[in-house]
Each structure stands twice: as C-alpha cells, then as structure tokens.
C-alpha cells in the first residue's frame, strides 16, 4: 500500500477516510527538514502539509518515490510548483474549504472599519461615551473593489451581495465573470477610479510580491480602505501607513502582515513598521485566522481527501 506521510496536523477526517481508501498513513509532523534530505521520506509516496516547511526541489529528489502533495489550504508559496511538474509530482490544494470562512472574515473586518467598532469596545470598556467621534459609514454607499477572482475572492463577492454596494472585480488571469454574484469586470485603472474599498485575494508570486506600494496607492483617485486576508507580504507595510498619514488611504484591516514566519506561525521579526502598524488607529488586526474556522478545519481536510481518492479512482 501507498505511504503517506503527514507532516503537519490537519483534521483526523483526512487521515480516517485514506486509511479507508487503502492507504498506509504515518505521523511526521515533527520531521525536520534535515531528516527528510537524509532519506526519511524516500519511500513514500504522498505527503500532507500546510506550512511548516518549504518544498523546493532540493528537498523533493530526497523523496524519489514521491507522486502526490497534499497541502492544507489554499497558497502554494511554500511549494515550489515548477519543480514538482517537472518530476511529475501532482499537487492537491483546498481553497473550496476555507473560502467561506475568508469571505465572512473580510465582510467582518470591513465592517469594523467603516463602523468603528474595534475602537468604540475600546472607548467604552474605558469608560467614555462619545458618539460622535463613533459616527460610522454604511457599506451600501461605497463601491468595493476585488482584485483575483478565484474561491476567496468569489466568496467576498457572493457575501456582499446582500448589503447593496457595487462591486468592482479585476482578475489579470481570469475572465468573462461579468455579473457573477452581481460583480462587475473591469480593468485595474476602473478601480484605481472608482473603489471606495479594495480586498486583495492573490497568491503570493514575484509578480505580487510587493505589490501595494506607494506608486500603487497613489492611483486612487479618493482615500480607500484597504483589507488584505490573503498574504501579508503584498503590501509595503511602510508605504500603507505613509499613505494612512497622508491621507491617501481611508483605514486598513489586515488579517495577514508582512513580516510573518514562513510557516505563517508567528512574526518574524517586529520592524519599526510592525511598531507603527499596532499603534496606528486607522487599522484592524487579526493573526492569519480569516480561514480558521472549526467548520473550515474539517473541510479543508475533506476536500483533499476528496481530491486524492478520486485521483486514485480514476488511475485504476
């Protein structure tokens, strides 16, 4: 039988329902990198990770009889995608599990933001009650831009359907969606014009790395907020809360930030940036939970090993 090793912890469904489908699956999820180049994983043949470590091509000739990756979630950063094609290595992702969660989490972080919430708990708990300085904006009076279009940013669009807002859209990859979940196609500049709110919903590629800097926000025609559930390293931490400053950008909710861990388990480092950022008080936080549900724990499990057995059925 094909072994699979699990190299992080996920749901028990996907290891119950392989165990079923015939495979023989093996804890690892305290395997070093090192072990693994010394020949630990040469005999198996799947892997399941989600980002504790990074698979670069290095690391997949030291596990030869490899045929599958599972990766728990939706970016493939830590996957050097090229490498596995070129060793015939297929790899199996599950953004349709998370994708729920992530679209709720942004509608609630936006919310916070045009409301005031985060600081009106603030003010309350410390004993104040000024109402005018908490005087919100309505979601149904702004335009809201997406920029990708795929599970995450379909999500976003299909939950804001209901508050009324228009919905602007700009995929570089993908196309004819015009009208999906009452969204419109447009091109970057349409937004750059229009957009009271932009939500970032991209992988994390040299293309994107870095790309809301200070040349990007200054295209916007009025201040924006701007939330951001997809990777941290998109955005120029410096040149957003310059822009905040300045007054080029309304306020930002950031689920993911720029100096994280590669695992995405912690921050890195803490940079005179990061120093400002918590201080700042146009800004909502949250620790790179926007897919970190209980419900989507399970799906994100399921979902690959719906991927996987079928994969295997269709082989035989």
Known sequence: MARIAFLDTVHEVLWE?????????????SMT???????????????????????????????PGLQW?????????????????????????????????VGEHAVGQLLMLLHKLAHADRHVREGGWNREAHRGGELEARTVGIIGFGNMGQSFAKRLMGFGCRV???????????????????????????????????????ETHGMI??????????????LNTARGELVDTTALLDALDGGQ????????????????EGLAERPVALERLFEHPQTVLSPHV???????????????????????QNSL
Not at 33 to 62: C, F, N, P, W
Request: contains cysteine.
């Open 17 to 29: 329902r392989l165990v079923q489908g015939g495979y023989t699956c093996e804890h690892a999820e």
């Open 249 to 264: 950008m309304a306020g930002a909710a950031l689920d993911v930030l720029e100096f994280e861990k590669r695992s995405l």
């Open 168 to 206: 602007l859209v700009y995929d570089k990859y993908v196309s004819g969606f015009n009208g999906q979940y009452g969204a419109q196609e447009v091109k970057m500049e349409q937004l750059h014009a229009d957009a009271d709110i932009v939500s970032l919903h991209l992988p994390l590629t040299p």
């Open 69 to 101: 990756i599972a990766r728990s979630g939706s970016g493939l950063d830590n996957i050097d995608v090229e490498a596995a094609a070129d060793r015939s290595i297929r790899i199996f992702s599950s953004p349709e599990g998370n994708a729920t969660a």
């Open 213 to 226: 800097d200070a040349n990007w926000i200054a295209q916007f025609q009025r201040p924006f907020y701007l």
């Open 33 to 63: 990198r090192e072990e693994i180049d010394a020949g630990a994983l040469a005999e198996h043949q799947g892997i399941v990770l989600r980002s504790r470590l990074t698979l670069d091509a290095a690391l997949m000739d030291a596990m």
């Open 290 to 312: 926007a897919g970190w549900t209980s419900e989507s724990y399970f799906k994100l499990s399921d979902v690959l090993a719906d991927k996987i057995l079928r994969t295997k």
